[in-house]
């Protein structure tokens, strides 16, 4: 039963700030519509029937139990963890005897060796961006991947800062792991890997020259936000830090380069490591603040896509699940059990509100649609040009989302994109994939045929039924020009009319939202 | 590619539409706030140049990728060092073309005959030695490093920054608070700077103002009326369409509406610039491409202050050839391109408003190499061209006797021109854009 439909008036409503579960009878199509974009990345109209017909507690806990689900996690050995691996001791020497007799032919050749290499690893971190698409696109436990993409986002370290694959490829495992895990037992990791200690300069850090970046960010971005620490616990956390590094792909505590002497460090005092400088932190009230903030942000509404009037409820429903994330140690999961199962989650002042990130896009538009993925290196490049390149975050401040996103140049590579999925069109010509891949639409109209096959021949009911799963409700506007459309072209509704259809919503600004 | 005609005829009626003052004044009662934004984002009929006022002045930075080899462009050829470290690619005192007699010791290419003239006509200033301290070799960092500014090559782009620090005055760089989202809104209009190339650089990325970018203005739209003609009206109808005042829009959807509305019309409005034939003849080659569409984009009236374009296959490595060959082929492209740049310019009465700066990510060592090609190297020369500049050889070439480790030290911080640009030709507060005070390098004149 569906009472919750959209109407303008829902949307002068006030903002509810109630956790409190929704009722079954309000959980219907559009809220497990919802509920598959927030907490993954969109779903076929068959399947948001079946998380409708499930009710709420049922959908959100079959998403969030990711492990119930089987799903092979990724091998170690998936990609060779040897080509940016440290010179040998052998290697070493020659390069020091060649240096020694200014050989510049022997230098010359561990130049080129040492430039071939890291071609081959800008290669093979190609690949480890397909293999994430990929997963992104198949996964059977959607939140896993969103949470490891935000806790990609939110401990943000680049390739292209620190040129190792596998190390990459390491740290997304770690987030994988405590995907929907506990923050603290993240927070203890990201201090030992190897691609955050190198990214943040750490690796070089030792006493008497502490390097501060990782003790910075670490209280900045990565747990407290600006505010809640000064400068000088900055010093000392850097000095707690010192001697954290790793040796080819593993942590390596170096106790000579550690700063053995006392520290005070967010009031806790002692002979801190950087163990402790973590256990301090988590002590604080902002760290847990600080995290379901960003939670929120992500799966909620973020900063700016709401009215000054519903600031307040926002504010209050960040207070209390930052409650319920110290209360659970730290665990993420019962906090977004509490938000994805809450009255507010589904206020029509949240729904269809949120800006998609190009990976919500590209990876949304398949999984819902169902399109063929025609080329990976084209979706990548597309993703690149829309801000958001997989293991390539802009800064340590990863991607700042919302309509940071949005601009009149990525307003027409959003578009196109979807011209590429639906049809294999390319800014100039046709892929490859377009002529043996012909996009399918009939899977799509599926639950309206079985149930009422006149309906799927009329142009008005299919455009309302395509504009209900693609935006997320009713447009008078367009269903008008979209049935107009289909009775240019003849009127019954042929597979081709449909790609039509879907092709015009897609360029609709509204499409941009989830 | 016949189908241009049909997206001038939607164009055409998109200006009736927003173009004229009458309909403007009755639309107004009724427009939501955005749309009129929307509708003022065109340029003003009568083009509305005042030679002068910086909100005119126009910036163009020409990237030359790869690591151009400033030693062959600007060639010591006085310098015995010179010609005893590169035997193979050397350029001789014979070949080069002199520039000014108390700089006899230095000469351009034979290739660069485009910018001697702007020399000769005073529309060239040449900076030798620019570079920063501790030097990265890599092409990747070192790019960073001269598009944020900044020597740990992080953060926002300098001209990214320059904008924010236009549109919203706040500060800038990692540290800088973003604008109040939602609330408030930015203080003046801006029109974002247009990259031509698939990907904008960095140096164009600011955090609330996103670079244009396209490789030719055929691909800024959308592609769908390809796939077939009967989509246009549809789309038409539904991309362009006034939102019903009564919808109650959200903030998202408001602003996704407007940012589609203003996409079409700087899509209609570049591509009708384009469209229009250069005042002279371009020489062949991409940059001359590019500069040739800036040029149009500039007489059509654009508000836009700052182009980019990218020249690229810098990085020679092996066979770079001296006097002749693929470092003089690209040499010559870029200073043929830039003269032809500045004589469209001239032709259209926009000279005096803009001002072009190139730049590399590093030189290249002063040895040559096995292969006849040169390594990474530092520090390197760097041009301005424009009326506005202080025409001339600016300052002394880097010693080639005291180097460090085989490259020139540098004399110049790039910082100090970036500084000029900013300061004396944009107006800008360069130390807040720049997170720190650099002394203008004096390369613009008192304007």
């Known amino acids: ?174 987030f994988r792991r405590h995907a929907v895990g506990s923050y603290k037992a993240l927070l203890y990791a990201i201090i030992r ?198 293991f390539f975050p802009p800064s340590v401040k990863g991607w700042d989302g919302g309509r940071s996103w949005i601009n009149t140049s990525t307003v027409f590579i959003r578009q196109n994109l979807m011209n590429f999925l639906l049809t294999g069109r390319l800014p100039v010509g046709y892929d490859s994939s377009a002529k043996k891949e012909k996009y399918d639409p009939s899977g799509l109209l599926e639950p309206l045929t079985s149930t009422d096959p006149a309906a799927a021949r009329d142009p008005e009911r299919v455009a309302d039924y395509l504009l209900r799963f693609t935006l997320g409700k009713p447009d008078g506007q367009a269903r008008a020009v979209l049935a107009e459309f289909a009775n240019e072209h003849g009127g019954t509704v042929k597979p081709d009319t449909v790609t039509g259809m879907l092709l015009l919503i897609a360029a609709m600004p509204e499409y941009q939202l989830c | 590619m016949h189908h241009l005609d049909a997206h001038n005829a939607r164009a055409w009626t998109r200006r009736e539409l927003l173009g004229t003052g009458l309909i403007m004044a009755s639309a107004a009662m009724t427009m939501p706030a955005f749309l009129q934004r929307s509708a003022l984002a065109l340029p003003s009929p009568a083009g509305g140049s005042l030679p002068g006022v910086p909100e005119d002045r126009i910036l163009v930075v020409i990237q030359l990728g790869g690591g151009n080899d400033g030693l062959n462009t600007v060639a010591p050829i006085g310098h015995d060092e010179y010609h005893r470290l590169r035997p193979g690619i050397r350029i001789t005192p014979q070949q080069a073309i002199g520039l000014d007699r108390r700089h006899a010791d230095i000469g351009l290419h034979p290739a660069l005959t485009g910018l001697k003239d702007l020399y000769d006509n005073g529309l060239l200033a040449l900076v030798q030695g620019v570079g920063y301290p501790n030097p990265n070799r890599s092409h990747f960092k070192s790019m960073d490093i001269w598009q944020t500014a900044d020597t740990s090559g992080t953060g926002d782009g300098w001209l990214g920054r320059y904008y924010d620090a236009e549109c919203c005055g706040y500060g800038s760089g990692e540290s800088g608070t973003p604008p109040a989202q939602g609330g408030a809104k930015p203080a003046k209009t801006t029109y974002p700077p247009i990259s031509i190339g698939a990907e904008a650089p960095l140096a164009l990325q600011g955090r609330a103002t996103k670079p244009v970018a396209f490789e030719t203005p055929d691909l800024f739209r959308w592609t769908g009326a390809e796939i077939h003609p009967s989509l246009e009206k549809p789309y038409e109808q539904l991309v362009r369409r006034e939102p019903d005042p009564n919808a109650n829009l959200s903030p998202n959807e408001a602003f996704l509406m407007r940012t589609a509305l203003d996409a079409q019309v700087s899509s209609d409005q570049i591509r009708r610039a384009v469209e229009a034939r250069s005042l002279v003849d371009y020489p062949n080659g991409s940059l001359a491409q590019q500069l040739g569409m800036i040029a149009k984009m500039i007489r059509a009236g654009l508000k836009t202050r700052v182009y980019y374009a990218t020249l690229g296959s810098f990085d020679t490595h092996a066979g770079q050839g001296g006097a002749n060959g693929r470092h003089a082929n690209l040499l010559r492209q870029f200073g043929d391109a830039v003269r032809a740049f500045y004589t469209d310019l001239e032709k259209q009465g926009n000279a005096g408003r803009v001002l072009t700066m190139s730049f590399s990510e590093f030189g290249r060592r002063v040895a040559q190499n096995a292969s006849n090609g040169t390594d990474h190297g530092t520090a390197a020369p760097m041009f301005l061209f424009g009326p506005m500049v202080h025409a001339g050889v600016r300052n002394a070439h880097p010693s080639l006797s005291n180097l460090d480790g085989g490259d020139l030290k540098y004399t110049v911080d790039f910082r100090t021109v970036y500084a000029a640009v900013l300061e004396n030709w944009m107006k800008a507060d360069s130390a807040a854009i720049l997170e720190r005070r650099y002394k203008p390098a004096p390369v613009i004149r008192d304007a």
């Open chain 1, 1 to 174: 039963m569906q009472t919750a439909t959209h109407t303008p008036a829902d949307e002068t409503d006030t903002l509810t700030a109630s956790l409190d579960r929704i009722p079954d009878r309000e959980f219907g199509y559009e809220q497990a519509r919802h509920l598959l974009w927030r907490a993954g990345f969109g779903g076929t109209p068959g399947q948001i029937d079946t998380l409708a017909s499930w009710g709420p507690e049922k959908a959100v806990d079959h998403l969030l139990e990711v492990e119930k689900v089987p799903y092979e996690q990724p091998a170690a050995d998936r990609f060779d963890k040897d080509i940016m691996r440290p010179p040998t001791q052998a290697e070493r020497l020659e390069a020091r005897a060649a240096r020694r007799r200014r050989d510049e032919d022997a230098l010359a050749r561990i130049r080129l060796l040492r430039q071939q290499r890291q071609r081959q690893d800008r290669r093979q971190m190609a690949e480890i961006q397909r293999w994430w698409l990929q997963r992104l696109i198949e996964s059977p436990r959607p939140l896993e991947e969103k949470m490891t993409l935000f806790w990609h986002g939110h401990f943000a370290t680049s390739y292209r800062t620190i040129e190792n694959s596998y190390h990459m490829y390491q740290q997304n495992q770690l």
């Open chain 1, 193 to 390: 890997d190897p691609a955050m200690l190198a990214y943040l300069d750490n690796n070089d850090s030792r006493v008497g020259k502490p390097n501060e970046n990782l003790a910075r960010e670490l209280m900045e971005l990565f747990s407290l936000g600006v505010g809640n620490y000064t400068e000088k616990d900055i010093k000392e956390g850097a000095r707690a830090l010192t001697g954290y590094t790793f040796e080819d792909d593993e942590f390596f505590f170096n106790p000579d380069n550690h700063d053995k002497g006392s520290k005070q460090i967010l009031g806790v005092r002692g002979n801190l490591d950087g163990e402790d400088f973590v256990a301090a932190i988590l002590q604080q009230k902002a760290c847990a603040r600080f995290i379901a903030g960003k939670l929120y942000d992500f799966f909620a509404l973020h900063p700016g896509s709401f009215e000054h009037d519903d600031a307040p409820a926002v504010t209050r429903v960040k207070a209390r699940l930052a409650g319920l994330l110290r209360k659970s140690d730290y665990n993420v999961r019962p906090v977004l059990r509490k938000l994805l199962l809450s009255r507010h989650f589904y206020h029509p002042k949240v729904i269809n509100n949120r800006i998609k990130s190009p990976a919500e896009l590209v990876v949304g538009a398949v999984r819902s649609l169902n399109t063929p993925v025609r080329d990976m290196g084209v979706l990548l490049q597309a993703m690149e040009l829309m801000g958001q390149s997989l």
